[in-house]
């Protein structure tokens, strides 16, 4: 004796797709989270920024206070503007 209700699959396929995409969505939402309230990105780009922030502002790789006494313009110069040296 063969009961239909039971043999039936037409559904199950869509129902485990649907269930699978429930647990990927929560996946990503609670990754998401993890990442922003880790500051992730904040740390990784943040913790480079003083070394290139020197870098922007007086091209030496040093945070900036130490990066602006390195800067080319703050060095004694022996040249003069005058081509005869006077």
């Known amino acids: 004796m063969k009961r239909a209700g039971l043999d039936n699959n037409k559904g199950q396929f869509v129902i485990e797709m649907v269930l699978l995409m429930i647990v990927s969505i929560?996946?990503?939402?609670?990754?998401?989270?993890?990442?922003?309230?880790g500051k992730f990105f904040a740390k990784l780009i943040g913790g480079s920024w003083p070394a290139i922030a020197g870098m922007i502002e007086s091209g030496v790789?040093?945070?900036?206070?130490?990066?602006?006494?390195?800067?080319p313009n703050q060095r004694d110069r022996s040249l003069t503007v005058d081509p005869n040296g006077e």
């Open 61 to 71: 790789w040093e945070e900036p206070e130490k990066a602006r006494a390195l800067h």
């Open 26 to 37: 929560g996946f990503f939402v609670w990754g998401t989270k993890q990442l922003r309230d």
